[in-house]
């Protein structure tokens, strides 16, 4: 009875835990602790998925991002602060350093509080540019809430982004049956630099413009910080080595008030809910690698001849052999590892390259099962010696990078593996000439050797 008890109580807590692909340590940095209140369900949702969540604020003595030189956390939420400075266990150093131990990061902004030095440092080392007075507001006069922003109009109400943005991933698209919108209220934009691991997730309508509300003047200056596309209000960072970032510009979307809100329209003539919860559950999931996380399960590649394509992944191949490369995929989904499937307007390449690509071939799935795809393609080897790769290097927006090389070497052929003269026609008139001359020299040879010599004793009687 008490092994069964236990055995149930393994099975509750492996289904209790999410979870996330890295780990489930998520340090939230608050300016007090007691403002968790405000994000009661954006954190109780986080602690539903198993996250072990840890409490901090900027200026407390117990927080380190590193341990012995070891990540003290797998993931990082940062809520907006008064303060200019997170003090000396957040610095942009700091920062950077915990992206590149391939720790993820969700930063939430707010026009009302102006944003610490070192998260305005680390973003403009990602090439993310805020506001010169950090508390820039982005207001829209033609989408706006009319119920609590009939005069300021810096509540943005906006569709979601696959229906703001075509081609978007359906990470971030939560359906909307009922017309739902997201509210964005106080949003903070952001200007992209032409970094390519920048991804935009939402970006501001046409009609929308960033200003600054300390300035009591009602006219616009000509110095606009951007406006309409130029603005993007949720921001996605991954590095090459995987990790993420995302900058969410309003984080009053994530409060409680915001998650169950009734908005209006200026063109509308009832009241719609707000999707800002789905959202949040989904930017937070992708974020924290809940999502579009790629694993590759096996590699392997083999001859096709008879007889000798029972081995795998040999470390020699002959020039021109027909050889067949695969490779298995598998995406994580919330909380299981499910089969991967390359999206249509997309493609998985392989290149059998040497110091430059030699092939560059498209995989195409050939066994699929619940929790993985193979990927697999036939070429024949080029007629070159050399030390090659076999390499896949897929880096797509939304999920992380898949970098894989496998180094064989390529022969030439050996002394008795060359075709004989006799299989390659363009040798037949060359053999042809061989036989003429062979058998002309014989017949030479043969009518020399019967032909008589003439006689000594009549030679003599004819003098």
Same mark, same amino acid.
């Given at each position: 009875?008490?092994?069964?008890?236990?055995?149930?109580?393994?099975?509750?807590?492996?289904?209790?835990?999410?979870?996330?692909?890295?780990?489930?340590?998520?340090?939230?940095?608050?300016?007090?602790?007691?403002?968790?209140?405000?994000?009661?369900?954006?954190?109780?949702?986080?602690?539903?998925?198993?996250?072990?969540?840890?409490?901090?604020?900027?200026?407390?003595?117990?927080?380190?991002?590193?341990?012995?030189?070891?990540?003290?956390?797998?993931?990082?939420?940062?809520?907006?602060?008064?303060?200019?400075?997170?003090?000396?266990?957040?610095?942009?150093?700091?920062?950077?350093?915990?992206?590149?131990?391939?720790?993820?990061?969700?930063?939430?902004?707010?026009?009302?509080?102006?944003?610490?030095?070192?998260?305005?440092?680390?973003?403009?080392?990602?090439? @993310?540019?805020?506001?010169?007075?950090?508390?820039?507001?982005?207001?829209?006069?033609?989408?706006?809430?009319?119920?609590?922003?009939?005069?300021?109009?810096?509540?943005?109400?906006?569709?979601?982004?696959?229906?703001?943005?075509?081609?978007?991933?359906?990470?971030?698209?939560?359906?909307?049956?009922?017309?739902?919108?997201?509210?964005?209220?106080?949003?903070?934009?952001?200007?992209?630099?032409?970094?390519?691991?920048?991804?935009?997730?939402?970006?501001?309508?046409?009609?929308?413009?960033?200003?600054?509300?300390?300035?009591?003047?009602?006219?616009?200056?000509?110095?606009?910080?951007?406006?309409?596309?130029?603005?993007?209000?949720?921001?996605?960072?991954?590095?090459?080595?995987?990790?993420?970032?995302?900058? *969410?510009?309003?984080?009053?979307?994530?409060?409680?008030?915001?998650?169950?809100?009734?908005?209006?329209?200026?063109?509308?003539?009832?009241?719609?809910?707000?999707?800002?919860?789905?959202?949040?559950?989904?930017?937070?999931?992708?974020?924290?690698?809940?999502?579009?996380?790629?694993?590759?399960?096996? @590699?392997?590649?083999?001859?096709?001849?008879?007889?000798?394509?029972?081995?795998?992944?040999?470390?020699?191949?002959?020039?021109?052999?027909?050889?067949?490369?695969?490779?298995?995929?598998?995406?994580?989904?919330?909380?299981?590892?499910?089969?991967?499937?390359?999206?249509?307007?997309?493609?998985?390449?392989?290149?059998?390259?040497?110091?430059?690509?030699?092939?560059?071939?498209?995989?195409?799935?050939?066994?699929?099962?619940?929790?993985?795809?193979?990927?697999?393609?036939?070429?024949?080897?080029?007629?070159?010696?050399?030390?090659?790769?076999?390499?896949?290097?897929?880096?797509?927006?939304?999920?992380?990078?898949?970098?894989?090389?496998?180094?064989?070497? *390529?022969?030439?052929?050996?002394?008795?593996?060359?075709?004989?003269?006799?299989?390659?026609?363009?040798?037949?008139?060359?053999?042809?000439?061989?036989?003429?001359?062979?058998?002309?020299?014989?017949?030479?040879?043969?009518?020399?050797?019967?032909?008589?010599?003439?006689?000594?004793?009549?030679?003599?009687?004819?003098?």
């Amino acid at each position: 009875m008490t092994s069964l008890t236990s055995f149930l109580l393994l099975l509750f807590t492996a289904v209790a835990q999410a979870i996330s692909s890295s780990g489930s340590r998520l340090l939230v940095v608050l300016e007090d602790v007691a403002e968790k209140a405000q994000y009661s369900k954006f954190l109780g949702d986080l602690e539903g998925r198993g996250f072990e969540v840890t409490y901090e604020t900027p200026k407390s003595d117990s927080l380190s991002l590193f341990h012995l030189g070891e990540r003290s956390y797998d993931h990082i939420l940062f809520f907006p602060t008064k303060a200019k400075g997170l003090g000396p266990n957040l610095t942009a150093n700091l920062l950077l350093q915990f992206i590149n131990a391939q720790g993820n990061i969700l930063l939430a902004l707010s026009g009302q509080k102006q944003a610490p030095t070192s998260v305005v440092a680390a973003l403009s080392e990602l090439d @993310i540019h805020l506001p010169s007075e950090r508390t820039g507001l982005v207001v829209d006069h033609f989408n706006y809430d009319v119920t609590s922003a009939d005069e300021k109009h810096d509540v943005l109400l906006l569709p979601t982004p696959g229906a703001l943005r075509p081609g978007v991933k359906d990470f971030f698209s939560p359906a909307t049956p009922n017309g739902e919108v997201l509210a964005l209220p106080q949003a903070i934009g952001q200007l992209l630099g032409n970094g390519a691991l920048l991804t935009p997730i939402l970006r501001a309508p046409a009609t929308a413009y960033s200003y600054n509300p300390k300035e009591e003047s009602e006219v616009l200056g000509d110095e606009l910080f951007a406006a309409g596309k130029q603005l993007s209000l949720v921001t996605t960072v991954q590095a090459r080595n995987s990790a993420r970032l995302t900058v *969410v510009g309003s984080a009053d979307m994530l409060t409680d008030q915001w998650f169950d809100a009734k908005v209006k329209k200026v063109d509308g003539k009832a009241s719609v809910a707000t999707v800002n919860r789905e959202f949040a559950k989904r930017v937070s999931g992708w974020t924290f690698n809940e999502i579009g996380v790629l694993k590759v399960n096996w @590699i392997e590649h083999h001859l096709n001849e008879e007889g000798q394509g029972n081995q795998s992944n040999p470390k020699i191949y002959r020039i021109k052999n027909d050889v067949t490369y695969s490779i298995s995929l598998s995406e994580y989904e919330w909380d299981h590892w499910a089969a991967f499937q390359v999206p249509a307007e997309d493609d998985l390449q392989l290149e059998f390259s040497m110091l430059s690509p030699f092939h560059r071939l498209s995989l195409k799935p050939t066994v699929s099962s619940e929790e993985s795809t193979t990927y697999s393609t036939n070429f024949k080897l080029p007629d070159q010696h050399g030390i090659f790769n076999f390499k896949i290097n897929h880096k797509r927006p939304f999920f992380n990078n898949i970098e894989e090389k496998n180094t064989v070497s *390529v022969r030439h052929f050996a002394h008795d593996e060359w075709p004989r003269s006799y299989a390659i026609s363009g040798a037949w008139p060359w053999i042809s000439g061989i036989g003429a001359t062979v058998t002309g020299w014989l017949f030479f040879v043969a009518i020399w050797l019967y032909s008589k010599p003439t006689g000594k004793g009549e030679s003599k009687k004819t003098r």
